[in-house]
């Protein structure tokens, strides 16, 4: 669904079975610092494992909140697959050679717990913050020189550590000099796509008087990839015929969101042939549903909620369900707006925006371009704002592969953590419903 070009990437095999290099470019120096006198302590609260199946950006996933992240504790069965067809290498066989993470796996230091996530196999492990830093700062060192830094009486930690680190197989050994430079990590500097917006919403509620069709039929200018058409009031399915437009133009995939009615079931939306007539169409989501359930049909995916949403402020809600554990998101959160870069929104009443949710407007769509509008000074503003700069989540662990949300940000500062997200940092721990309301004063509607 995401094919976005990347400058320093290049392709990983989605064969989960093999780790090969992913380039070989010259190695940059990393610096050891070294933590003296310092215990080591096993942490047991990495033995969380998180399987996440998410699409890159997934903007429309922060407007309902049901969970489509499989939580599960399921270590040993994935370890069991890939040790089956790979042996384990042996720490003591290897315990003077350079040790290496993997170029396809990447830790996020947090200020509780560090995570390495592992977007090859779709897989995120929590690690103790001490192990995060052994593998930030020491590569380049042996497993013998580690137990020098760090002491004797760390031995029997690190050897925990590193059992862990191959089981999954996360490092590997250098056999000799050359192979220090021939596996340099992959360089998340620059993210780069051709679009000149990738990513269009578009609001339509009771008051709206724009045509959906002006709109689309501008998508072939910008270059634009997904579009997410959002209803807060009831719609007869033959409305969407305006998604011919998308004919001939980049548009990979369409979300629509719109208000359940009691012929809406499975059965009648498959009888309604939408992916024959719009082969971009990948989901309905439909609200205010009797219950929660997910259809898939033909790649179409049918999904039922009984949340109620009812404006634009619904919008800009994280939790797991807003992470993407893939290259492109993680590229993505160093120097950009995971939410907002290359985003375009037209409000219900015709406003273009950078997000439907925000106050900001470029002009009218009865009256000015898209072309326009996104030419236009601050147009751009937030598409910079990177998780590093923002407070609270610059020492989150999830910061690279979490979305973001500069629509509602706690007291209303450009660079605050976003209002909505259920997550605290600083003790490791989600928040309830009730307790964010209560935080936040916010308005979360089941
Ligand atoms: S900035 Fe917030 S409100 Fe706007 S689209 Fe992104 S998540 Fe939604
Ligand atoms: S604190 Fe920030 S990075 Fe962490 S989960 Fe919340 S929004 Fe995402």
New binding site residues.
Partial sequence: MNHHSFIGLETVSSDVALRLPLSFRKLSESKASPVEGQILHFNPIYQGYINLHQSYRP?SK?FTDAPRVVATSNVTEKVATTSSQYKMLSLAENSHKPFRLFSACFITQGHTRSLISDPQREAIYFVPVILGEILTKNQGLSFTQLVEKYGEANRSHLVEYFEFLLERQLIFFLEDDWEQSAFPALDLSAYESAPVIEHL?LDIGQDTNYDPRIVLEQLKELGVFHVEIRYYTSVSLDKLSYLEALKDTMVKSVEVLLPYQTDYTPEFIKAQKLREKYPWLLQITFFDAPEAQEVKEQHLLLSYTPQTVSS?QH??KIGYWAFANDLPMITLNQSHNS??YK?M?IDENGFIKN?P??QENFGHINNTSLTEAVAKPGFRKHWNTHKAQIEVCKICEFRDIC?D????TQNDDPYGKPLKCGYDPYVGEWITNTQLIEQTNLTITQ
Avoid: E, K
Avoid at 405 to 408: G, L
């Fill in positions: 903007i922060m919403i634009a919008c800009g939410c907002l985003t929104g997000c949710s925000m979305s949300c500069r629509a509602y």
